[in-house]
C-alpha cells in the first residue's frame, strides 16, 4: 500500500498558497488560510487520509489541533464582538455630544482664546482657600502679557474674566493664549491650582480619530469630547 506525502497533495497545496496569500495581505481575520470551519475540517480530513498508516496520528495531537482551531474561531467571534461594541460606544458617544449643542461647557486646558471684540474668560479650581491668587496670561512665545491680582478666594472653582488689554493697558492682539495661576495661604505657603476652560459648544463632529470632538465659541480649534469635565 502506498500512501502520497502531503506536501505532494494539491488540496494542501492550494490551502497553503491560500493561507500564505491571506497573511501578507491581510491580518483582519487572524486565521489566515483557516478563516472558516469548512476549509480547517477538510484539512483535517486530507491529513488523516494521507496518514502513515504505520504511523498514525495520535489522539493527544488530533484533540490538540482541534482545541488549537477552536481557541482560533473563539478568539476571531471575541474580535468582532469587540469592533461592534467599539463602533455602538462610538454612535452612543456622538448623540451625547450633540445633545451640547448651546451648553456652556467647561474643559480641562489653560488656553484663552481672544476675539477681534476683546475679552476672554478662563477658570481655575483651588484645593484649598487661598490668600493670593495671581493669574498671568502668557502669549504665543511664552512672554507675559498681562498678570491679574485676585486677592482671597475660596476652596473650589474660580472664575475670571481677562479685559484682552496688556500690562501698559494696550489692547492684545487677536489670538490664542494660555494662562497659568499661582496662589498661597495665609502664611505663604503655595495652594495648588488647577486650570479649566469655559465655553459655548456651537457644533459636533463625530469623525475624529479619537471620537467627538466640540467646537467652542472663541475657541479656534475643537475639544475632544473626553476633555470634558463638566457643563455650566
Do not use: C, E, H, R
Not at 10 to 23: C, E, H, P
Not at 160 to 181: E, I, L
Amino acid at each position: 500500500m502506498s500512501t502520497s506525502p502531503i506536501g505532494s497533495n494539491a488540496f494542501l497545496s492550494s490551502l497553503q498558497s491560500s493561507s500564505s496569500s491571506g497573511t501578507s495581505g491581510s491580518s483582519s481575520s487572524g486565521l489566515s488560510g483557516l478563516g472558516n470551519v469548512n476549509t480547517f475540517y477538510n484539512l483535517l480530513v486530507t491529513q488523516l487520509t494521507n496518514q502513515d498508516p504505520l504511523n498514525p496520528i495520535s489522539n493527544q495531537d488530533l484533540s490538540a489541533q482541534l482545541a488549537q482551531f477552536s481557541t482560533a474561531s473563539g478568539v476571531q467571534s471575541m474580535q468582532q464582538s469587540m469592533a461592534a461594541l467599539t463602533a455602538q460606544l462610538a454612535q452612543t458617544q456622538g448623540l451625547q455630544a450633540a445633545n451640547l449643542v448651546g451648553q456652556n461647557v467647561v474643559f480641562d486646558s489653560n488656553s484663552l482664546s481672544l476675539g477681534a471684540s476683546g475679552g476672554a474668560a478662563g477658570g481655575f479650581t483651588l484645593a484649598s482657600a487661598a490668600q493670593n491668587v495671581q493669574v498671568q496670561v502668557v502669549n504665543s512665545a511664552g512672554q507675559v502679557v498681562d498678570t491679574m491680582q485676585l486677592g482671597a478666594l475660596p476652596t473650589g472653582a474660580q472664575a475670571f474674566t481677562w479685559d484682552g488689554k496688556d500690562a501698559s493697558g494696550q489692547a492684545a492682539a487677536a489670538g490664542n493664549y494660555t494662562f497659568n495661576v499661582t496662589a498661597t495661604d495665609g502664611s505663604g505657603q503655595a495652594v495648588a491650582a488647577t486650570p479649566f476652560g469655559t465655553g459655548k459648544v456651537q457644533s459636533v463632529y463625530l469623525n475624529g480619530s479619537s471620537g467627538p470632538t466640540l467646537q467652542l465659541q472663541g475657541q479656534s480649534s475643537t475639544v475632544p469630547l473626553s476633555n470634558i469635565v463638566g457643563v455650566m
